[in-house]
């Protein structure tokens, strides 16, 4: 809990999603069923970095999705770095970006198709090295008659990486941000999509 306080310094409440995961039994496929706790220890054993990964928050209270059938298969293709903390004494060491490597190749080699994290818009140079494309707010393409799903995240920024090859960022036009294609079957963006300032069309 000491380390996590340092992943968000100014949130009023740095340790509920730490509770909720760590609350949770340990259980496959990530260390708490769908959520991943990770920690970074040094030569001696002594507890220098730790990350929380899971189903992100926003998703089970979206309008769009709240009460549908895709929440579930949504959380086990989308997850969601909520917080990366280094001890201030080894910070530059490479210890972060270790642990988020970690935690994408873990949601990668169960089948997870991409990784999001929210961060502040100074660090999106640090996350841009890390294969991540950042933007103010976040589009999802889901199949069958499901609308366009849109999210933003006030004054901070959403980070994008794909895990798997199917799914892409697609470059919609007049779309604000990429959209995600393929995050589920039937869900994938079409070449000549386009987007009307609410809607696909294609």
């Known amino acids: 809990m000491a380390l996590i306080q340092h992943a968000d310094p100014d949130a009023p409440s740095p340790f509920h999603s730490a509770r909720l995961i760590l609350g949770l039994p340990p259980q496959p ?35 769009g999705v709240r009460g549908s059938r895709l929440i579930p298969k949504l959380a086990r293709r989308l997850t969601m770095i909520q917080g990366v903390a280094v001890d201030p004494q080894y910070r530059r060491r490479g210890i972060g970006r270790a642990l988020i490597h970690h935690a994408e190749q873990r949601y990668q080699e169960h089948g997870w198709g991409l990784s999001t994290l929210i961060h502040d818009p100074s660090l999106k140079s640090f996350y841009r090295k ?19 799903v ?30 995600i294609s393929g995050i589920l079957p039937g869900s994938s963006v079409p070449d000549h999509a386009w987007f009307d300032g609410a809607a696909l069309r294609y």
Request: glycine share 8%.
């Open 29 to 63: 496929p990530m260390s708490h069923h769908l959520d991943l706790c990770l920690v970074a220890e040094d030569h001696r054993g002594k507890l220098v970095g730790a990350l929380l990964a899971g189903p992100p928050p926003w998703l089970i209270e979206h309008p």
């Open 150 to 179: 849109g999210q933003d995240f006030l004054n901070r920024l959403t980070a994008l990486k794909p895990l798997s090859g199917d799914v892409t960022l697609a470059d919609v036009p007049f779309a604000p941000a990429p959209v």
């Open 130 to 148: 890390l294969g991540y494309v950042s933007h103010p707010a976040l589009l999802m393409q889901l199949p069958g008659t499901y609308p366009l």
